[in-house]
């Protein structure tokens, strides 16, 4: 929910990629059920690439407000991660893992010295609520790793092959996306 989530008064919503992340939506569509007892929907966006997950339950809308979620616009009410989820080794890695899931990514980094091509993986995660961002800094931190946010403050990366190595190991990824990408 604090990644690609979304909260109204009478609904919650997940939006991902219907072709990049198509195994990973329904990893989420079956953790919801398998939470929450109910059975989401799946709606297309016409205008985007965008399916939408949903769920239209007040009960559940509750729920995440009680354990520290917000309505409405996640940027502008600069978003964090609840105190309950910093607090616990456990929760904070699987929160980490979520946000990674479905903002951010990996990638190949690329450069020549002498002629030769140098090739290794990198990865990063984006927010544009600073709070949240730094979260994940410090959570990342608590994990023994080494993160750099950018210049614009807009992304974590993770620049080394030990840090990305060490990033699976502990927190590894739900989205089989973000796992072929790392073993390619």
């Known amino acids: ?59 559940l809308v509750d729920f995440c407000k009680m354990i520290g979620l917000k309505i409405g616009n996640k940027v502008k009410q600069e978003v964090d991660m609840p105190r309950w989820i910093k607090q616990n080794r456990k929760f904070m890695i699987a929160c980490v893992r979520g946000l990674v899931d479905t903002d951010g990514s990996i990638f190949e980094h690329k450069y020549r010295v002498a002629g030769k091509l140098y090739r ?19 959570a990342l931190k608590k994990l023994g790793l080494k993160p750099r946010i950018t210049r614009d403050r807009k992304k974590i990366r993770l620049e080394s092959v030990e840090d990305v190595k060490k990033y699976f190991s502990i927190i590894g990824s739900s989205n089989p996306k973000h796992l072929k990408r790392y073993k390619m």
């Open 120 to 138: 290794y993986k990198k990865m990063d995660f984006a927010s544009s609520s600073w709070p949240l961002l730094s979260s994940v800094y410090v």
């Open 1 to 59: 929910m604090l990644g690609d989530g979304g909260i109204t008064n009478t609904q919650i919503s997940i939006t991902l990629n219907r072709e990049t992340d198509y195994d990973y939506i329904f990893y989420v569509k079956n953790l919801i059920k398998k939470l929450f007892d109910v059975e989401p929907g799946l709606r297309d966006d016409k205008k985007s690439l965008a399916k939408n997950i949903v769920v239209s339950r007040v009960e």
